[in-house]
């Protein structure tokens, strides 16, 4: 069983930044893939950042430039680093995580974390 906790949402002004924080709990080096994905009101869930067990990092169109992941790989913690907000970007934020196979490939999520950008 695998715990995600989100941090460091907020409401921050057009053109500003947040970081956003995501700790799970396991194992060192039983996670595969972290992500982060956002969901605004009324509408599905959407990818935003994934980043791969050897650092390979994909981006939404409408965030590259301004977003960028990385991740700590001893503390199991995925970093969601946000510049220059756009009202558009408001959102729940979710991290989420999946393990090995020889962990049995289970994906996790987290509870999310509000971020909402004023104009």
């Known amino acids: 069983q695998v715990q995600l906790v989100e941090s460091g949402g907020g409401l921050v002004q057009a053109g500003g930044s947040l970081r956003l924080s995501c700790a799970a709990s396991?194992?060192?080096?039983?996670?595969?893939?972290m992500g982060w994905y956002r969901q605004a009101p009324g509408k599905q869930r959407e990818l935003v950042a994934t980043i791969t067990s050897g650092g390979s990092t994909n981006y939404a169109d409408s965030v590259k430039g301004r977003f960028t992941i990385s991740r700590d790989y001893v503390k199991n913690t995925v970093y969601l680093q946000m510049n220059s907000l756009k009202p558009e970007d408001t959102a729940v934020y979710y991290c989420?995580?999946?393990?090995?196979?020889?962990?049995?490939?289970?994906?996790?999520w987290g509870q999310g974390t509000q971020v909402t950008i004023s104009s």
């Open positions: 989420n995580a999946d393990l090995f196979p020889s962990r049995g490939s289970t994906v996790y």
């Open positions: 396991a194992r060192i080096w039983s996670i595969n893939n």
